[in-house]
């Protein structure tokens, strides 16, 4: 919980009050690796922060290995399928734990009530949204700027230990090119 309080008061102060009814709405969830824990067409319920593990979002296909994978959440990062989330509609994608992963969680309800209840609430929500934007927004200009290679080199640049954690299957699908590809790729690195 401490990790959250951290990554919060760097966006801004909060009083003992507000932060003492925002945890009293935080439920804990562990997820077992490679476990999915938002379907296509569920309504997403929550916003949750990552206290530890890696979290996949992507779009499920039938044929496992046409699965596009666009976006990762990491240890100290907030993740939920957001658009849901916020028109409380079903969701296109899935999100699936790919180790191990313990989460904070809060409902639709009860952000609401933190909203109207504290009066550090909207500040917390427009700053978090702001922050998820900004990270939506890079990868959309780094399709669209950079190489397949750069997108892998600065992938790793920012995350070295992805490698580690993540098949190299969702990478390519997440950089955007064929596994064959990014076979390709490594080995002129």
């Known amino acids: 919980m401490q990790q959250i309080k951290a990554y919060l008061d760097q966006i801004a102060t909060i009083s003992n009050e507000d932060w003492d009814f925002f945890i009293s709405k935080l439920q804990r969830r562990e997820i077992a690796k490679k476990s999915v824990f938002l379907k296509v067409n569920e309504i997403e319920n929550h916003i949750s922060f990552i206290e530890s593990g890696v979290v996949r979002l992507y779009i499920p296909k039938d044929n496992p290995d046409k699965e596009i994978t666009f976006g990762?959440?990491?240890?100290?990062?907030?993740?939920?399928?957001?658009?849901?989330?916020?028109?409380?509609t079903p969701s296109a994608y899935q999100l699936q734990a790919l180790t191990d992963t313990a989460l904070w969680s809060i409902t639709y309800d009860d952000l609401q009530l933190v909203y109207k209840t504290t009066q550090i609430g909207n500040l917390i929500g427009r700053l978090t949204a702001e922050r998820l934007f900004l990270i939506k927004s890079k990868r959309e200009q780094n399709l669209l700027n950079l190489s397949a290679e750069e997108r892998y080199v600065n992938l790793f640049k920012e995350r070295p230990e992805l490698l580690k954690v993540i098949p190299l299957k969702y990478i390519s699908s997440y950089i955007g090119v064929t596994s064959q590809a990014l076979s390709r790729i490594r080995k002129r690195l």
């Open 72 to 88: 990762f959440s990491f240890k100290d990062q907030f993740i939920s399928a957001y658009d849901s989330f916020l028109t409380q």
